[in-house]
């Protein structure tokens, strides 16, 4: 229930009494081919547990782009190469936030949790798990079509997504965090 009190405040008090400037995070649409399919890289965060794109907050001045290849390599060790942007969503209702969103790709590392994200893994691109946000799987599959020209989205985040999130998050808590090495949907391996 702290969980949930936390992000209550940081989605529905702070973005409205307490910050001064809007939030801008970066996400990663981050690809690879293996075993001749498509994968994207996903994370679950350690306070809502849910699979979600990687990624994180802009620092003050940084460049979207900059910030996803360092949220990516703090959060799961993999070094990316930025190929497009995906689109740009401007998210209202819930936790008021612009994202930028970047087709990617691995370039190296080991793939390795974090104390942000406990769970990464690669998945089938085409067939994403069902415990992944909703606000997730446009940007994916946009970002799998490989599209020459970035999108602009206006999406409000109210209560159906917030239930869906919650639905998807206990159910996670219930059943324990996934362990991707146990699923043949979910691979361990270096890029």
Do not use: K, N
């Not at 360092?70 to 008021?96: D, N, Q």
């Not at 969103?101 to 067939?127: C, I, K, M, Q, Y």
């Amino acid at each position: 229930m702290v969980d949930y009190a936390r992000t209550a405040w940081w989605g529905a008090i702070a973005p409205r009494t307490l910050e001064r400037r809007p939030l801008a995070i970066a996400q990663g649409v981050v690809l690879r081919e293996a075993a001749g399919r498509l994968e994207v890289l996903l994370s679950v965060r350690s306070d809502l547990f849910g699979w979600e794109l990687p990624g994180g907050t802009l620092e003050e001045g940084e460049d979207p782009a900059a910030a996803l290849a360092r949220e990516v390599e703090e959060e799961t060790g993999l070094a990316i190469a930025i190929e497009a942007e995906v689109g740009i969503w401007r998210r209202t209702g819930f936790r008021p936030h612009v994202a930028h969103v970047f087709r990617a790709r691995a370039l190296g590392g080991t793939l390795r949790p974090s104390h942000e994200t406990p769970r990464v893994a690669w998945f089938d691109a085409s067939a994403p798990p069902a415990a992944l946000f909703p606000w997730y799987r446009a940007p994916l599959a946009i970002g799998r079509e490989r599209r020459s020209a970035a999108v602009t989205v206006d999406e409000v985040q109210g209560l159906p997504w917030i239930l869906e999130a919650m639905r998807i998050d206990l159910r996670m808590r219930w059943q324990g965090l996934p362990d991707p090495g146990a699923s043949p949907d979910a691979t361990r391996t270096s890029v």
